[in-house]
């Protein structure tokens, strides 16, 4: 496990030794390996769980709901594509950790200069700050509708979230997965409830899941697909993944990794399809509430405002609402690991969890605060969509590492990735390029 150093605690800020996330690494016990399959399965189950968080997070709500009332059930298939792409890369991410012992912030590291880590670093911390824009206005947002508290005091009132997440840190990681589940559950059951009294149309849906040419023509429409494709492959994950696998106590050995491997990608796999029927059900809702009528949501409060009377039941938009809080709170977690494993990982440095939450929250912060002065609500909703859109832009910088380094057989020697898995993954994130520097020049020319 390499040298695991105990350097002082004191300060706020200190170097790291090379394990990842030194204070749960190693920290869930994995049965025997004469215990069976189902028990093994579970203590390997979670990680998944707080990878699926960044799938449903209030940005995709924004996205997909304003795709579904605008475009209907088409771009069911970017939620489709994004989704197995996740799948894929997901699964690269945790057998990258798995295999070599090095989260992917610290294998790209150890692979470029200290300039280009630099660099690297503060584009994925650019990549978590839209994350945590996205929950600071989705929780604002979900305040304000249960509870009518205004838009700036909900800002103001998400920033102490992270007195739950030192709270929670300080205590088993379990717990963490526990409570990410639980309100996992909620959201699916949630949307489960909101689809059957929508009554969509099976037909428009099932077709919705085609790929059609229209996506990539439409400006617009591309525009919608590239934000949920960055609410849906979101680039701190696999940094995140990377990590939190190494957080069970398999045997380090060829055969303790390989078993290692195979449960954590039914973890993922299982968690990722979760949510993917999350997501789906959020545009499906948008296009069976309000495609149909011709009402083009622009915004969260939007939907929250004509969902019951375009489903016939008041108690539709008090869940959605729950719904939205629920989400926004789970991505406190995330963002936060997220953001210890990159800073470690790339320049080294570990900041006390608090320290660290306190100065991301705050950055997120800022710009809410002033676009909500400035643009008023409306504006936040802009905002969070093109938070998204920033986090689709990001995704090549840390997909083409993954990839290189997954593919290379010196540094994964059994776990490199198999032909057809290399060229899925080159065929993937190829097509990402290319459709990010499309919309950026087209963007550039138009304006």
């Known amino acids: 496990m390499g040298n695991k150093k105990k350097p002082s605690t004191n300060g706020w800020i200190r170097r790291v030794d090379n394990v990842s996330l030194e204070e749960a690494n190693s920290s869930i016990k994995v049965p025997a390996s004469n215990a069976s399959f189902l028990r093994k399965l579970l203590a390997f189950m979670g ?3 707080l990878i699926a968080v960044g799938y449903v997070d209030p940005g995709n709500w924004a996205t997909s709901i304003a795709g579904g009332s605008e475009f209907g059930y088409t771009l069911l298939s970017v939620i489709l594509i ?15 950790g798995i295999a070599t012992g090095k989260d992917l912030a610290q294998a790209t590291s150890a ?8 660099f690297l670093w503060i584009l994925t911390e650019l990549a978590i700050i839209a994350t945590d824009i996205a929950e600071v206005i989705g929780s604002a947002i979900a305040l304000k509708l249960l509870f009518n508290i205004p838009l700036l ?9 992270v007195l739950l997440l030192l709270l929670l840190q300080k205590r088993n990681f379990r717990i963490i997965e526990s409570i990410v589940t639980v309100l996992m559950a909620t959201i699916f059951i949630i949307f489960g409830y909101e689809i059957f009294l929508s009554h969509p149309n099976a037909v428009q849906l099932l077709k919705g899941y085609l790929p059609q040419t229209e996506i990539v023509t439409n400006t617009n429409m591309l525009f919608m697909g590239l934000g949920i494709l960055g609410a849906t492959v979101m680039p701190h994950n696999l940094y995140l993944h990377s990590s ?16 290692a491997v195979t449960f954590a990608r039914i973890d993922s796999v299982f968690s990722l399809t979760i949510a993917f029927f999350i997501n789906s059900m959020i545009l499906i809702l948008g296009a069976a509430a309000f495609y149909k009528s011709g009402q083009v949501i622009g915004g969260i409060e939007d939907a929250y405002a004509l969902l019951a009377p375009a489903v016939g039941a008041s108690i539709a938009s008090t869940l959605f609402a729950i719904a939205l809080l629920a989400s926004g709170q789970n991505s406190t977690i995330t963002g936060t690991l997220s953001g210890q494993i990159v800073m470690e990982g790339f320049i080294h440095l570990r900041v006390k969890p608090w320290i660290r939450r306190v100065i991301t929250r705050l950055i997120a912060v800022i710009p809410v605060f002033i676009v909500t002065l400035i643009a008023g609500e409306n504006g936040t909703a802009d905002l969070l969509i093109l938070s998204q859109v920033i986090l689709s832009m990001q995704l090549p910088f840390a997909l083409v590492p993954l990839v290189l380094y997954t593919s290379d057989p010196h540094k994964m020697g059994s776990f490199v990735n198999s032909m057809w898995v290399k060229v899925l993954a080159w065929i993937a994130t190829v097509i990402i390029i290319i459709l990010n520097i499309y919309l950026v020049v087209y963007t550039i020319v138009g304006n």
Do not use: N
Not at 82 to 96: D, G, N, P, T, V
Not at 153 to 161: E, Q
Not at 244 to 259: L, V
């Open 111 to 118: 692979s470029v200069g200290k300039k280009t880590s630099f």
């Open 82 to 96: 994004a989704s197995l792409i996740a799948m894929l890369m997901q699964e690269m991410a945790a057998r990258l």
């Open 153 to 161: 005091l909900g800002v103001t009132i998400t920033t102490l979230d």
């Open 244 to 259: 939190i696998i190494q957080t069970r106590s398999y045997e380090r050995t060829e055969k303790g990794k390989k078993e």
């Open 47 to 49: 990680p998944g769980s």
